[in-house]
């Protein structure tokens, strides 16, 4: 069975201050893991490790910008601070040039195929975040499919953010499907689609996403983690969170 986590976004920063008790209403809400930003700089990965123990948590995955990637020492440090403080992925979001030609897709997968070798040296696996303008069609091609023409699946795996694909305009199931090869870790968030350009973040099971088939799928494909993100609240955050922990509980996990 997947593991149920939690992304830390939805705490708006809270965490940079109060690891401790974000951590613990992660924790009270039934999560068994974490993700992070790349929050070394504020904390050890000793601290870090620490606060998860303290309240039974698994920390699954530090996840940065695509600047980050393109700098080897800075990547290997955060590839050691993650693995320090017990981490099992590694995640990146943004490409090169904003997305905005295949040229800067090309060039991130050469930045992923170096960031994912040096990831699994080190005991860790590499994921790309999607969101919606990868699945843009550029020259008749999308960038996001380059990437996965362009990358090694052995070493860059995609982290799928159920919500973008949709919102990008593909199915998530079959988009998982098809990547079945590189899925095993997810975010799933949930959204009212006002508009391509106009998105509302919501609990787990209350807006437009089609969150159980893209369920049915990721667990036929093996899911290793399901991580809850909500890029902002519309409730109070601890009730969020516990609402949509207990949608995933609807679902099976």
Not at 112 to 128: P, Q, V
Not at 164 to 172: H, R
């Amino acid at each position: 069975m997947a593991k149920v986590g939690i992304e830390l976004i939805v705490f708006q920063g809270r965490e940079q201050k109060d690891l401790d008790g974000v951590l613990k209403e992660c924790a009270e809400a039934g999560y068994s893991c974490v993700e992070t930003g790349f929050i070394f700089d504020r904390y050890t990965s000793e601290q870090v490790k620490d606060i998860c123990k303290k309240y039974n948590l698994e920390y699954a995955a530090g996840h940065g910008g695509y600047d980050t990637f393109c700098d080897e020492k800075k990547l290997k440090k955060v590839i050691k601070d993650i693995k320090d403080t017990g981490g099992s992925y590694i995640i990146s979001s943004g490409v090169a040039r904003g997305g905005k030609d295949l040229d800067g897709y090309r060039e991130s997968a050469v930045v992923f195929n170096k960031a994912g070798k040096l990831a699994r040296d080190a005991g860790l696996t590499f994921c790309y975040h999607n969101h919606a303008f990868e699945f843009e069609t550029i020259n008749g091609a999308k960038g996001i499919h380059v990437l996965g023409e362009e990358t090694d699946p052995e070493i860059v795996k995609f982290n799928i953010d159920v919500s973008w694909v949709q919102i990008g305009g593909e199915s998530p199931a079959q988009f998982i499907n098809r990547y079945s090869n590189r899925a095993g870790y997810y975010h799933f968030k949930d959204a009212f689609i006002k508009s391509k350009d106009k998105i509302v973040w919501t609990e787990l099971g209350k807006g437009d996403i089609e969150l159980e088939s893209a369920y049915k799928a990721a667990v036929s494909n093996g899911a290793k983690y399901i991580i809850y993100e909500e890029d902002v609240a519309q409730i109070e955050v601890k009730q969020a969170i516990t609402d949509s922990r207990n949608f995933l509980r609807q679902l099976g996990i």
